[in-house]
């Protein structure tokens, strides 16, 4: 059992039970590289990585540029979501958000925390969504509005594992 000082000690103060009960959900054992990564700091401090993904593009083309992204687990990321295109698209990657810890969602003067499984663009619209992965995994991407998906708005999105 882990010390009620270990909490605060890795940054997670009064929400650590929380945060390590999910973990331990997630089925990461304690010799994980996303666990090893936790027990050395604070994650909402740690430097981040910077990802751009278009949903669409000014041809209003069904796809996502990249359609294949890549993450490792226990690292920080800033995913920077934008609709050039003139249609509405979403990001649906639900498996994929249940395997990170979402620190926040921003979109105009909005933050958002919490569980976040799917998220709206609309027309020239941008988000930018900090999180860090937890599990190993391949998960699907897709924009699920009615014939978006079926017109190759799909991608795949990899939890690397060491």
Known sequence: MVREGFYTMVGFGRWGRVVWGCLLCLGL???SPAIAAISSGDLSRQSV????????????EFKFEPSS??????KRY????TNP???????????????????????????????????????GASAEWVFV?????????RCSIPGHTEAG??????IAGK
Not at 89 to 107: G, N
């Open 29 to 31: 054992s304690w010799g």
């Open 133 to 141: 992965p937890m599990k190993s995994g391949k998960y699907s991407l």
């Open 49 to 60: 990585t910077e990802v751009t993904v278009s949903l669409g593009n000014s041809a209003n």
């Open 78 to 81: 800033l995913l920077r979501l």
């Open 85 to 123: 295109s003139q249609l509405k698209h979403y990001f649906t990657a639900k498996d994929f958000a249940d395997a990170i810890w979402s620190q926040k969602v921003e979109a105009g003067k909005v933050e958002i925390k919490g569980a976040i499984h799917e998220l709206e663009l609309k027309p």
């Open 69 to 74: 992204l890549e993450f490792v687990p226990g």
């Open 153 to 158: 708005m799909i991608g795949e999105i990899v």
